[in-house]
C-alpha cells in the first residue's frame, strides 16, 4: 500500500560498502517490484533535493555505480512527490535530516533514508541497508489487511490525502447520518485539507448510493449537513447520489490535474484502491472481530481505466456542496 519515503542524497549514492552496482539493482526491486504494484513515494524535499541528488550522483567514483545509479535516478521520476522546504537549504546529510524531521513534524511520512554514513537518530529514520531487506517492507504490503479504526486508516491514507488534488471516493454505506461510513469521508477531508502551507489541496467527490426509506432530497440534505463545517472553510467538495444498489464495492480514485497543450487543467488518475470495509467511527467496536479488512492498491492503468468507466455513467445527482 502507498508509503511515502524521503532519500537523503547521500542514501542515494550510497554503496553500503559493497559494490554499488549490487545496491542500485536491490534499490530498484524494491521501488519497481517485478509483477507487482509500486507502492513507494519519493518525496522531493523542496526545489533543491533534486539539484542536490543529482549532484551527490555524479560524483559517484566508480564508474559502474554512478551510470547505474543516473539511470536509476532518471526512472525515480515515476515516484516522485513534492514537499516544502521547512528550513534553510540543506548541505551535507544531517542537515537534510534535520530539514526531512521538521517537515515529518508538520505531516508525518513513513520513514527517512539514510546513507551508511550517518547513524539514524530516531525512529523516523532507518539506513539503506535496512531499507533494502524483505523485512523492512512487510508493513506496506499489497493487499494490506487494515483495522477498521481511523488510526489504522491513517497510516495507508495520509499519503495520497497529502499528494492528490482531486479524489473520488465511493462508499455504499452513507444515510445521511453521523455514525456511517461518512466518519472516514470525514477523516479523509482532514487529512487532505489540514495541511500546512506548501502542501496542495484537494477536492473530493463523495459517491453514495440511494438508500431504502430515504428520499434524496433528505439523503442530500443528511450528508451535506454533516459535510457543512468544511465546507464553510472553503474545501470544495462534490455530493453524487447513484441508484440504490449502483454500486457496492467501496473505492478510492485519485490523482493530480495536469496541464494539456491548451494550458487546461485536466484530471490525471493516478492511484485506485479497493476497500472491503471503512471505519465507520463508535459501532468498528462491535465489529472488531471481523476478519479480512482487505485494502488493494491497483496499477496506474487501471486507475485511468476505472476512471473512464465512471465518467460514462450519468448518476441521479451531483452538485458541489455550498
Given amino acids: 500500500m502507498l508509503a511515502e519515503f524521503l532519500f537523503t542524497p547521500d542514501a542515494l549514492a550510497d554503496d553500503d560498502g559493497r559494490n554499488g ?51 536509476m535516478l532518471q526512472k525515480l521520476s515515476q515516484l516522485y ?6 528550513a534553510p537549504q540543506a548541505k551535507t546529510e544531517i542537515e537534510w535530516v534535520n530539514s526531512a524531521l521538521n517537515s515529518v513534524s508538520q505531516v508525518p511520512l513513513d520513514k527517512i533514508i ?35 479504526d481511523p488510526n489504522s486508516q491513517e497510516k495507508v ?26 466518519v472516514t469521508v470525514k477523516q479523509i477531508v482532514k487529512l487532505s485539507n489540514k495541511l500546512p502551507p506548501g502542501f496542495r489541496k484537494m477536492e473530493i467527490d463523495v459517491q453514495v448510493c ?20 468544511f465546507v464553510n472553510q472553503g474545501i470544495r467538495i462534490r455530493l453524487t447520489i447513484w441508484p440504490e ?15 494539456t497543450s491548451t494550458g487546461d487543467l485536466v484530471p490525471r488518475p493516478l492511484w485506485y484502491i479497493t476497500m472491503t470495509h471503512v471505519s465507520v467511527g463508535s459501532r468498528d467496536a462491535a465489529n472488531a ?13 487501471k486507475a485511468f481505466e476505472r476512471h473512464q468507466q465512471l465518467s460514462v455513467d450519468k448518476p441521479i445527482r451531483s452538485e458541489l456542496l455550498k
Fill in 81 to 86: 512527490v513534492g514537499r516544502p522546504l521547512t
Fill in 289 to 301: 472481530g471481523e476478519a479480512g479488512n482487505t485494502w488493494s492498491l491497483f496499477s496506474r492503468q
Fill in 245 to 259: 444498489k449502483h454500486f457496492v464495492n467501496r473505492e478510492l480514485i485519485a490523482g493530480e490535474l495536469a496541464k
Fill in 157 to 182: 491514507l495520509r499519503a495520497i490525502c497529502t499528494h492528490s488534488d482531486w479524489m473520488i471516493l465511493r462508499l455504499p454505506q452513507i444515510r445521511g447520518g453521523s455514525d456511517d461510513e461518512i
Fill in 21 to 71: 552496482s549490487d545496491v542500485i539493482r536491490e534499490l530498484e526491486q524494491c521501488l519497481f517490484p517485478f509483477r507487482s504494484v509500486p507502492i513507494a513515494l519519493l518525496c522531493k524535499l523542496g526545489d533543491q533535493w533534486e539539484i542536490a541528488a543529482s549532484g551527490r550522483v555524479a560524483r559517484i567514483k566508480n564508474h559502474n555505480h554512478r551510470t547505474n545509479a543516473m539511470a
Fill in 114 to 148: 539514510v546513507s551508511s554514513n550517518t547513524t539514524p537518530m530516531s525512529n523516523a529514520v532507518a539506513s539503506l541497508k535496512d531499507f533494502v531487506t524483505e523485512e523492512f517492507w512487510k508493513p506496506f504490503e499489497n493487499p494490506r489487511l487494515v483495522g477498521r
Fill in 210 to 229: 440511494m438508500q431504502k426509506n430515504i428520499s434524496e432530497g433528505n439523503l442530500f440534505g443528511g450528508i451535506a449537513s454533516e459535510l457543512c463545517t
